[in-house]
């Protein structure tokens, strides 16, 4: 089985900075993909940031040059440094991850809980 633990999120006035982080943990021997994907009050849910199978990354339009993702390899883990945070980043933010599992390899779209952040004056 595998867990996705998400940290970081928190109220911020705009402008401000908050950073997400996701651990991996379980069963697991590959990790594909790895980001993240927000979900705003009565909208869909838009992905924001990944790392993808090829190891480059794509940002939605709407947060380049103010977020960045990292990731620590070691440790199956992914961050989001959010900078000048506006009040449309407000949303739950959700890691997701695409990866194939120890033992059977089989494939598998791994979802975590999601962080709340909210950005208001």
């Known amino acids: 089985q595998v867990q996705l633990v998400e940290s970081g999120g928190g109220s911020v006035q705009p402008g401000g900075s908050l950073r997400l982080s996701c651990a991996a943990s379980?069963?697991?021997?590959?990790?594909?993909?790895m980001g993240w994907h927000r979900q705003a009050p009565e909208k869909q849910r838009e992905l924001v940031a990944i790392?993808?199978?090829?190891?480059?990354?794509n940002y939605a339009d709407s947060v380049k040059g103010r977020f960045t993702i990292s990731r620590d390899s070691a440790k199956n883990t992914v961050y989001l440094q959010m900078n000048s945070l506006k009040p449309e980043d407000t949303a739950m933010y959700y890691c997701?991850?695409?990866?194939?599992?120890?033992?059977?390899?089989?494939?598998?779209?791994?979802w975590g809980k999601g962080t709340l952040v909210t950005v208001s004056s």
């Open positions: 790392f993808t199978s090829g190891g480059s990354t």
């Open positions: 379980g069963s697991i021997f590959k990790i594909n993909a």
């Open positions: 997701n991850v695409l990866l194939q599992a120890g033992g059977s390899l089989a494939y598998g779209n791994y």
